[in-house]
T-cell receptor, first 113, second 113 residues
């Protein structure tokens, strides 16, 4: 298995633009997580899905952020409009159920200028 | 609210030394605890996962222990090597919401040749 695949690896965008981050979980994993990592706040859980259904989105910072999982093999995290304070590394992770341990993707480094 | 603390924040040791990394958590009602390694600019790689009913897990030169009653886990690295240099994070999954793990800020380890 190729592991959790995220795209793009790097994204530089101007403030106000829409940004879409993509994730393909490991085949057979039924839980998917979106995390954000910054120097100031460390690793923060934004949202997670079980069987394609959002279970907890309390970590989503504000309405500018949205996430979807239209099927078991694909998820997106969208920021619209983007702001400089959204600059961070965004990780996607998947697991065989929330308590089975995570496998992380390589992350997307987002820079909003 | 679960709080996870990793002390020290940074550690530097000479090659060949055995060392212990610490992870403390405030709520002992956990489902599992997972140790990760993160290299600069990379994603998180899972090292060991300990279920709440277990006391320890071993993989090669790594041994992780769990003491729920005291709210502590340790990661023991034997015969450290320069390639072990990385940031080590622990993540605690609560019993009530196993998908919503709390991560520590990590310990950055440098092993000097």
């Amino acid at each position: 298995d190729a592991g959790v695949i995220q795209s793009p690896r790097h994204e530089v965008t101007e403030m106000g633009q829409e940004v879409t981050l993509r994730c393909k979980p490991i085949s057979g994993h039924n839980s998917l997580f979106w995390y954000r990592q910054t120097m100031m706040r460390g690793l923060e859980l934004l949202i997670y899905f079980n069987n394609n259904v959002p279970i907890d989105d309390s970590g989503m910072p504000e309405d500018r952020f949205s996430a979807k999982m239209p099927n078991a093999s694909f998820s997106t995290l969208k920021i619209q409009p983007s702001e400089p304070r959204d600059s961070a590394v965004y990780f996607c992770a998947s697991s065989l159920g929330g308590a089975a341990g995570y496998t992380f993707g390589s992350g997307t480094r987002l820079t909003v200028v | 609210k679960q709080e996870v603390t990793q002390i020290p924040a940074a550690l530097s040791v000479p090659e060949g030394e055995n060392l212990v990394l610490n992870c403390s958590f405030t709520d002992s009602a956990i489902y599992n605890l997972q140790w990760f390694r993160q290299d600069p600019g990379k994603g998180l790689t899972s090292l060991l996962l300990i279920q709440s009913s277990q006391r320890e897990q071993t993989s090669g030169r790594l041994n992780a222990s769990l003491d729920k009653s005291s709210g502590r886990s340790t990661l023991y690295i034997a015969a450290s090597q320069p390639g072990d240099s990385a940031t080590y994070l622990c993540a605690v999954s609560p019993h009530t919401n196993a998908g919503k793990s709390t991560f520590g800020d990590g310990t950055t380890l440098t092993v000097k040749p």
